[in-house]
C-alpha cells in the first residue's frame, strides 16, 4: 500500500458502503485511505448499517457517514456528495446495488449518488457464487463495464455462506490500489 500513498494526499474519496457480508472489510480500506492522507466521505445502505455500524466509518474519517436521503445534513445529499468527490469506490458492491446502478435507478441515497456521480466509479462486488453467476447480474456486470465502471474482483475463494467459489470479494490492499490508479488517471 506504501508505494502509491504520495496520490492521495488532499485527495476526495467517496466509499460506498453496501450491505454484504464483506462490509466490514471496507473498514480497513478506510483506514488505510485517511492513513495515506486522502480525505474521505462514507455513505452506506441502510443494508450495510445493519452489518457494520456507521460510528466505524465516522470515528475512522472523523466525518459524518450519510445513509438516507433524509437525515444527511446536506440540502441535496446525493448530488452534494458526488460533487465533493474524485473518485467514488462502491465496497461491497452488492448484486442488488449493481442492478439497481446498471439500470438508472435512484431509489435511495446511494444510487442517486451513483447516479449524480460523474467522474471515476469503482465497484468491489462480493456476494456467493450463484448470485455473481446468475445471467441476470453477469448482464449487470457488462452493462457496468460498458458505461465505464472499474470492477475489481470478484476473487475465487472461501464464501462467509461456507461455500467456496467466485464472488469473494478482492482484498483491501487491491481496492485501495484500484483507488490510486483512478486519482492517479483523473489528475
Ligand atoms: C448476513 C447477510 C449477508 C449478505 N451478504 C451479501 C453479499 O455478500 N452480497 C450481496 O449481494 N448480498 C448480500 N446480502 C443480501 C443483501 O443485504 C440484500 O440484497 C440487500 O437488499 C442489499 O441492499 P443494498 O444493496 O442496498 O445494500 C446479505 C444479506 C445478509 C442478511
Known sequence: ???SANIFEGRDVLL?????IAAYKAASLTSALVQAG????VVMTEEATKLVAPKTFEALTRRPVATSMWDANLPHPHVELAR???VFCVVPA????????A????DDLMSSTILAFSGALIMAPAMNTTMWEKPATQRNVRQLVDDGVVMVGPEVG??????????RMSSPEKIFDA???ALRRSR
Do not use: P
Not at 472461501?158 to 464472488?167: F, K, N, P, Q, V
Open 16 to 20: 460506498g458502503v453496501c450491505g454484504g
Open 94 to 101: 452488492t448484486a442488488n446495488i449493481m442492478a439497481k446502478a
Open 1 to 3: 500500500m506504501d508505494e
Open 84 to 86: 465533493q468527490a474524485e
Open 179 to 181: 483507488i490510486a490508479e
Open 158 to 167: 472461501r464464501l462467509s455462506c461456507g461455500e467456496s467459489g467466485a464472488g
Open 38 to 41: 486522502a480525505t474521505v466521505a
Open 103 to 106: 439500470a438508472g435507478i435512484a
